[in-house]
């Protein structure tokens, strides 16, 4: 049962990070528009941000499961509501084109950060759904939420590297990929619902 719910975490996580998002969306145009050397700043922040929401998601949910444990258990209902919503969401989305940037600078991709209500319900929904029920240490929230920055670091880096390959090749076939993606996100809120 762990493996299945921890495989699961993964296509969780990976389907979060890879989706477009405005973490996402900022760097793809930031780097079809400025190119790697100049948008450095921006993706850096965008980094440093991430982290530091994750970290934060950590802190709460201990926080939580320390002064309210049981609220833990209908966090984790809530998460699930907030995939199923996101399974919606990517479903019926289209692609987004985000307007120029007049700037590419570290506080403008750090501070996008910490008004992204999706990484925070992100790192929120992937502590209560798939790690509390077996472990409530601060060290262990704090690793995981670290994981998942580093998980969505990844996925910034490759829509920088694929800059207007991904932007074309998403333009092109967004309704089957983001079919794919809504359906693979239910299977992760069965898995929740199970453990």
């Given at each position: 049962m762990l493996g299945y719910v921890l495989a699961n975490f993964f296509v969780y996580?990976?389907?979060?990070?890879?989706?477009?998002?405005?973490?996402?969306?900022?760097?793809?145009?930031?780097?079809?528009?400025?190119?790697?050397?100049k948008g450095k700043p921006l993706f850096f922040g965008i980094f440093a941000g991430y982290y530091a929401v994750q970290l934060i998601c950590a802190v709460f949910v201990y926080g939580v499961g320390e002064f309210l444990p049981h609220a833990l258990p209908v966090m984790k209902y809530v998460g699930t509501a907030y995939i199923l919503w996101l399974a919606v969401h990517i479903a019926v989305s289209r692609p987004e084109v985000?307007?120029?940037?007049?700037?590419?600078?570290f506080w403008k991709g750090f501070l996008l950060q910490f008004v992204n209500v999706k990484i925070y319900m992100f790192g929120i929904t992937a502590l209560t759904g798939f790690v509390t029920p077996y472990s409530k240490v601060?060290?262990?929230?704090?690793?995981?939420?670290?994981?998942?920055?580093?998980?969505?670091?990844?996925?910034?880096?490759?829509?920088i590297g694929g800059g207007l390959l991904i932007q074309e090749f998403y333009s092109r076939h967004y309704r089957i990929i983001n079919i794919v993606l809504a359906l693979t996100l239910l299977e992760c809120i069965w898995s929740m619902l199970c453990t």
């Open positions: 996580a990976g389907v979060n990070a890879f989706t477009p998002g405005p973490r996402n969306i900022l760097a793809l145009n930031t780097v079809t528009n400025y190119g790697w050397g985000c307007a120029e940037q007049r700037s590419a600078s601060l060290w262990i929230l704090i690793g995981v939420e670290f994981l998942i920055a580093t998980i969505g670091t990844i996925a910034t880096f490759t829509w």
